[in-house]
């Protein structure tokens, strides 16, 4: 009788391995299945850019790998996280998966060892549009006629696209603030602040032939929080 070998997809291959887990899952015990789970589940969000990260405990095997599920706070069924399954990283980017800032998100990981999977590990209650840090806006600075600098302000963008295909602005997703610093030999001489909807900031009175630097920052009014400051963009005056 000729044999005709068959040749499995990387999913199937997957299916097995659950499947052969689920049959060793009566040997590990609850003890080991909480020492192989995984530790400090949180999201980590900058820009709407949201990134589930862990740690494995210390006396959990090396080389695991992990399964990752989300869902909406409310809902009772977990939804795989596609493209986090059998992954040996320590991090999940699930910036699709809660891709609305104004929805409660939850996300739980598990190990898989040679012993079998883990017990589950839950992240907090994640919700983007109070949790999410913000860069600094880029600037461009160009002198505007004699002692009168002119600032363009960009604001960052978050990873999500638009019907256009271009990435979205963070201003359209969350009120923010600029805060512009003029710095003249290291000291801050002026401190401007515009909100979100300004593009540009012009700068007046300035002295003749003198070095200015700038630096932006993001700021949230509702929390007071800040970004890191822009790097220092510099320019001469006429």
């Known amino acids: 009788m000729p044999f005709n070998m068959l040749t499995l997809t990387g999913h199937q291959c997957l299916d097995i391995v659950f499947a052969i887990s689920l049959l060793c899952w009566a040997e590990c015990s609850p003890t080991q299945q909480k020492e192989m789970a995984p530790t400090e589940v949180q999201f980590q969000s900058l820009d709407f850019r949201n990134v589930l990260h862990w740690k494995h405990q ?5 080389n695991l790998k992990y399964f990752v599920q989300h869902k909406i706070h409310g809902d009772k069924e977990w939804s795989n996280s596609k493209h986090c399954q059998g992954i040996r990283t320590l991090q999940c980017d699930l910036t699709q998966e809660t891709s609305d800032p104004r929805e409660w998100y939850y996300a739980r990981v598990r190990s898989l060892s040679p012993e079998g999977f883990s017990s589950w590990a839950i992240s907090h209650r994640f919700y983007p549009q109070w949790e999410t840090n913000f860069s600094p806006p880029q600037i461009k600075v160009t002198v505007a ?21 271009n990435r979205i602005r963070v201003t359209k997703l969350h009120k923010l603030t600029f805060r512009i610093f003029l710095m003249h030999n290291d000291v801050e001489e002026e401190v401007h602040e515009t909100d979100s909807c300004s593009k540009e900031l012009v700068i007046e009175a300035l002295r003749p032939k003198t070095t200015y630097c700038l630096q932006a920052l993001s700021v949230t009014p509702r929390s007071g929080r800040i970004s890191s400051r822009s790097p220092r963009t510099c320019i001469t005056t006429h």
């Open 145 to 165: 006629g004699g002692q009168t600098i002119k600032v363009q302000i960009k604001p960052p963008r978050t990873p999500l696209r638009g019907h256009n295909g």
């Open 58 to 62: 210390h006396k959990a095997t090396k």
